[in-house]
């Protein structure tokens, strides 16, 4: 498999250590763009695709539809607005009872969700790099070559 297919379609499937290496080149792409102003924000872009891609491969490996990387991405985004919903909802309750304690228990649940978000991005990166494929043909196609059989 050619780095292009690797990176930019969601076709067939690949093993853990091919997932584990095109891992750590997209981690190294996303510091890189961090130093680049404006065109490193395209890359990163470029580089977020690339992971669905990745990530769409593992989990066809695994047997299941690459629509299970939805998960972690959609569940961030709702815990992190939803604390800063009641963020909002304690400084308002708060100028009405005249406390503090209400906007404060608001920034406790904003870092517990962002805490939660981090660990579900994390928990699913392990599960899916660690977790063995289906032996044998599947839906997605055949079983990817060990870089060793290649």
């Given at each position: 498999m050619?780095?292009?297919s690797l990176?930019f379609?969601?076709e067939?499937r690949?093993?853990?250590q091919?997932?584990?290496?095109?891992?750590?080149?997209?981690?190294g792409?996303?510091?890189?763009?961090?130093?680049?102003p404006?065109?490193?924000?395209?890359?990163g872009l470029i580089?977020v695709?690339a992971?669905?891609?990745l990530?769409t491969?593992?989990?066809h490996?695994?047997g299941?539809s690459?629509?299970?990387?939805?998960?972690?991405?959609v569940?961030?985004?709702?815990?992190?607005?939803?604390?800063?919903?009641?963020?909002?909802i304690?400084a308002i309750?708060?100028?009405?009872?005249n406390?503090d304690w209400?906007?404060?228990?608001?920034?406790?649940?904003l870092?517990?969700?962002?805490?939660?978000?981090?660990?579900?991005?994390?928990?699913?990166t392990l599960w899916?790099?660690v977790?063995e494929?289906?032996?044998?043909?599947?839906?997605?196609?055949?079983?990817p070559l060990?870089?060793?059989?290649?």
């Amino acid at each position: 498999m050619d780095w292009k297919s690797l990176f930019f379609s969601a076709e067939g499937r690949i093993g853990r250590q091919v997932f584990w290496i095109g891992w750590l080149m997209l981690l190294g792409a996303h510091v890189v763009a961090g130093w680049i102003p404006l065109v490193g924000q395209v890359i990163g872009l470029i580089a977020v695709f690339a992971w669905v891609c990745l990530c769409t491969k593992r989990l066809h490996d695994m047997g299941r539809s690459g629509w299970w990387q939805l998960v972690p991405i959609v569940l961030g985004p709702v815990l992190i607005i939803g604390s800063a919903m009641s963020i909002g909802i304690g400084a308002i309750l708060g100028e009405i009872t005249n406390t503090d304690w209400a906007a404060l228990a608001g920034v406790g649940g904003l870092l517990v969700s962002v805490a939660i978000a981090f660990f579900a991005v994390v928990g699913f990166t392990l599960w899916v790099g660690v977790a063995e494929g289906q032996p044998g043909e599947n839906r997605y196609g055949e079983p990817p070559l060990t870089p060793l059989m290649a």
